[in-house]
């Protein structure tokens, strides 16, 4: 559990003393650049606006490096990103939902983020959040749902697929596109089934 010294670990075993002289590679300037603003998002003093740019820059690192969504996670950065999701400011939301679904590419990250609450900010958003929020919360629950278990949790949370069902009602385009689509992979689940038909789901299909 201590981040902190596993890093100096991993650091140190890859990186000998004639090497650590030569010029940092583009990975290692992210890496570097990716723990500063890790420590921004997760400072209490830190104001919404350095948030704001800490996840903008964080959801485009974490696109397509791997290792940079396994430091964010491990950081502890996901409780920051959670507590940012349940703020009232849309544009902060908007990003830390990108990030969260971000992170959620790594398998091993799956259950973790439902285990921290995900989706009760994802119903919560649902709900009540910008057509943006809503479309990206409800890609979010897609993404959990490809590991089995999370089906289940997902599928058992009041008002969840009740949520994504009033969304496929209501929505636009964009937000019955992906409330479609979680739905489709909740109900590989066949208890979810029976609850996706119960919420009405099936004149709206």
């Known amino acids: 559990p201590n981040h902190a010294l596993r ?3 991993l650091n140190f075993a890859h990186v000998s003393p004639k090497e650590s002289s ?13 723990q500063a603003l ?9 104001s919404n606006a350095s948030k704001l740019e800490s996840l903008t ?11 940079i969504r396994r430091k964010v ?7 920051a990103a959670l507590d940012c999701v349940d703020s009232c400011n849309q544009v902060l939301q908007e990003k830390s939902l990108s990030l969260l679904l971000n992170l959620s590419l790594e398998d091993d990250n799956k259950v973790g983020l439902v285990a921290d609450g995900v989706v009760r900010r994802i119903v ?6 910008s057509p943006d ?3 990206i919360a409800a890609t979010l629950l897609t993404s959990l749902a490809v590991v089995e278990v999370n089906k289940a949790t997902i599928g058992s949370y009041p008002d969840a697929i009740s949520a994504l069902v009033s969304l496929l009602r209501v929505g636009n385009d964009r937000e019955r596109k992906e409330s479609a689509t979680a739905l489709y992979a909740l109900c590989s689940f066949p208890d979810n089934r029976k609850r996706v038909v119960d919420c009405g789901s099936v004149p709206i299909l």
Not at 57 to 67: A, Q
Not at 124 to 129: D, I, N
């Open 57 to 67: 820059r964080l959801v485009r690192l974490t696109k397509r490096d791997s290792s």
């Open 22 to 34: 030569r010029p940092r590679t583009q990975q290692e300037h992210s890496h570097s650049q990716s």
């Open 7 to 9: 890093s100096l670990i």
């Open 133 to 135: 929020c809503k479309a």
């Open 38 to 46: 890790i420590s921004t998002l997760v400072s209490r003093s830190s």
């Open 73 to 79: 996670t491990e950081s502890g950065a996901v409780r």
């Open 124 to 129: 919560a958003v649902l709900r009540v959040g």
